[in-house]
C-alpha cells in the first residue's frame, strides 16, 4: 500500500507536468500575436478570431477548401495597424502536419515574389507576407500600399515566427 | 503598357469578346424598352475609366459616380430614367455588396453611396434601402458604416438581431437553402454588386456566386467546381425574382487567388459592368479575367483544374437564366 501510494504521487506529479507543458505549448500556438507596439510601428486592432477547420468557412469562405484539404487544425487571425493608417490581417494556419502547410504554401504562385528569409520558406510581395514554420502556415497582407511596406511586414512576421 | 496601348488592348478585346453588335454608346430613352423587345439578345456594357484613381491609389468619388451614370447612361436612357427603369417609389430596394475579402478588395463604398444617390433620386426613400451582407462585422471590416436607423439608409448583415435566415429552406436541384430575411421578407428590388475576381474552385466568381452571401450555408454549395451550386441557387424564386439588376464593381480586379484578397494578384480595371442578364454578365466577366491571367502568363482556370461549367449550367435548358451565347449578347463599350 504505502509502495502503491509513493510511485501513484510520483505518478501524479509526472501528469501534472506533462499537463502543464502541454498547455504551455498550445497557449504559445494558439496566441501568436505580438500585442501592440510590440512591433515598431504595429498596433493590434481587435480581438484575436480562431476558427476550426470546419469552421473555416465562415472566415473565407470558398478559400477554405483547400487548407481543409492539406489538413488545417485551427485558423487564428488578427488585424494590425501600421503607423495608424495602413490596415492589414494576420492569419496563422495551424496544419496538422508540416506536409500540410507545404502544401498549401507550394500552390500559391511564386511570381514578383522574394524570400523573405523567414521560417522554413518566404514569399514577400509589396503588400503581403507568406511563410511557413513546421506546422504553420502564416500569411500577413496588407490593404493598402506603402513605402516600405514589405521590410515592416517582414518585421512583424519575425514577431509571429517567434511565437510560434 | 501605355495609356494608348492599353486602349487599343482593350477595344481589340470588346470586338473578339462577343460576336454580336458592338454598340458604341445608347441612343435615346427608349433603349430600355429596346432591350427589352429583343428576346435572346441580352445586353451588358462596359464602362471604365482609366483615370479614376487620380494621381492615387484608390478611386475618386466624383469619378465613380460619373463612371456609374456613364454606364446606366449607356444601357438605356439618361441616368434618372434609367433608374426609374429599375425602382419605383414606394418599393424596398436592397444592395447585396461582396465584402468576405475585407477592405483590399470588397464592393466600393463610393459606388455604393452614389448608387444610394441615384435610387433616392429616383424616388425610393432612404429608409426603404438596404445594404447588406453576411454578417455586419465583415461590411465594418470593409469599411461600410454599419446603421439600422429605420429613416436613413440602412447598412446591416443578416446575422443582424430580427433578421437571419427563413425557418423553412428552399429547394431547386442540387440546392436546399435558407434563405436571408433582408432578401425574403425586407426586399422588392435587389440590386447585386459582385466583384471581379477569380476563385479557387469555382474558377470566377461574378455576379451569380455572389448570391452564395445570401444562403445560410455557402460551404455546402463547393462540390463540383460549384456546379450545378451557382445555378441552381440562383433559381430560388427570392434569388431569380427580385434580382433586377447587376452593377459589378471592376475597379479592382482580381485574377489569381480568389476568392480572398491576394494584392499581388489584382490589378485597377477601373471599369462597371452592368446588365440584367446575369449568365451574360458573367461569361463577360470571366472574359476579362482570362484576359488578364493570359497577360500573366498564367494558365485559363479551366486549365488550372478549376473550370467555370457553372456559367453553361445557369444558360442550359433546365435553368434559363440567361445566355452565355456571344451572338445573344449586345455587348455596349461606354
Known amino acids: 500500500m504505502k509502495y502503491q501510494g509513493k510511485y501513484g504521487f510520483f505518478t501524479f506529479v509526472l501528469a501534472v507536468a506533462a499537463l502543464s507543458m502541454l498547455s504551455a505549448g498550445c497557449k504559445k500556438a494558439s496566441n501568436p500575436f505580438p500585442a501592440s507596439n510590440a512591433v515598431n510601428g504595429w498596433t493590434k486592432a481587435g480581438d484575436t478570431r480562431t476558427f476550426k477547420a470546419a469552421d473555416l468557412w465562415q472566415y473565407i469562405d470558398g478559400d477554405a477548401e483547400r487548407y481543409v484539404s492539406a489538413g488545417v487544425v485551427t485558423t487564428s487571425t488578427a488585424d494590425y495597424k501600421y503607423n495608424g493608417s495602413i490596415e492589414a490581417t494576420a492569419d496563422v494556419y495551424t496544419m496538422s502536419n508540416e506536409a500540410g502547410a507545404t502544401k498549401v504554401f507550394d500552390s500559391d504562385p511564386a511570381q ?24 504553420y502556415l502564416v500569411r500577413i497582407v496588407a ?3 506603402a513605402p516600405g511596406l514589405d521590410q515592416n511586414l517582414i518585421a512583424l512576421g519575425h514577431a509571429i515566427e517567434g511565437s510560434l | 503598357m501605355s495609356n494608348s496601348e492599353s486602349e487599343t488592348s482593350r477595344r481589340q478585346f470588346l470586338k473578339t469578346a462577343a460576336a454580336g453588335a458592338v454598340v458604341l454608346g445608347a441612343q435615346g430613352n427608349t433603349a430600355w424598352a429596346k432591350a427589352a423587345a429583343a428576346p435572346g439578345k441580352s445586353r451588358v456594357v462596359i464602362a471604365d475609366d482609366q483615370d479614376l484613381r487620380g494621381n492615387g491609389a484608390t478611386p475618386e468619388e466624383q469619378r465613380v459616380a460619373r463612371l456609374l451614370d456613364r454606364a446606366m447612361l449607356a444601357y438605356g436612357g439618361n441616368s434618372k430614367d434609367a433608374w426609374k427603369h429599375v425602382v419605383r417609389p414606394g418599393q424596398k430596394v436592397t ?17 455604393v453611396l452614389a448608387i444610394c444617390e441615384r435610387l433616392q433620386q429616383a424616388g425610393i426613400k432612404p429608409g426603404d434601402i438596404i445594404i447588406w451582407d453576411r454578417t455586419s462585422r465583415e461590411l465594418e471590416r470593409a469599411g461600410y458604416t454599419i446603421s439600422t436607423d429605420p429613416n436613413k439608409v440602412r447598412c446591416f448583415g443578416t446575422d443582424t438581431a430580427g433578421y437571419g435566415y427563413e425557418d423553412q429552406p428552399q429547394t431547386f436541384g442540387m440546392v436546399t437553402a ?20 477569380d476563385h479557387e474552385i469555382a474558377g470566377v466568381t461574378l455576379a451569380m456566386k455572389n448570391m452564395y452571401g445570401v444562403v445560410e450555408r455557402p460551404d455546402q454549395l463547393h462540390g463540383g467546381h460549384c456546379n450545378p451550386y451557382v445555378a441552381d441557387l440562383n433559381m430560388l424564386p427570392p434569388i431569380r425574382e427580385k434580382m433586377k439588376l447587376t452593377i459589378l464593381d471592376g475597379m479592382t480586379g482580381l485574377y489569381n487567388g480568389g476568392p480572398s484578397f491576394h494584392p499581388e494578384y489584382t490589378w485597377p480595371h477601373n471599369g462597371l459592368i452592368v446588365a440584367q442578364d446575369r449568365v451574360a454578365l458573367d461569361r463577360i466577366g470571366a472574359q476579362i479575367i ?10 485559363t482556370v479551366a486549365e488550372a483544374g478549376r473550370p467555370a461549367t457553372y456559367i453553361a449550367t445557369a444558360a442550359d435548358a433546365q435553368h434559363k437564366l440567361g445566355t452565355d451565347v456571344p451572338g445573344d449578347i449586345s455587348l455596349i463599350e461606354a
Open chain 1, 112 to 135: 514578383e515574389s522574394k524570400s523573405a528569409s523567414l521560417g522554413d520558406a518566404s514569399r514577400i510581395f509589396g503588400q503581403s507576407l507568406v511563410f511557413r514554420k513546421g506546422p
Open chain 2, 95 to 111: 444592395l447585396k455588396v461582396n465584402t468576405i475579402a475585407g477592405k483590399g478588395l470588397s464592393t466600393h463604398v463610393s459606388l
Open chain 2, 178 to 197: 435558407k434563405v436571408s430575411r433582408i432578401l425574403t421578407q425586407n426586399t422588392d428590388v435587389m440590386i447585386n454588386l459582385p466583384l471581379l475576381k
Open chain 1, 143 to 145: 490593404f493598402s500600399p
Open chain 2, 290 to 299: 482570362e484576359k488578364k491571367r493570359a497577360e500573366k502568363g498564367l494558365k
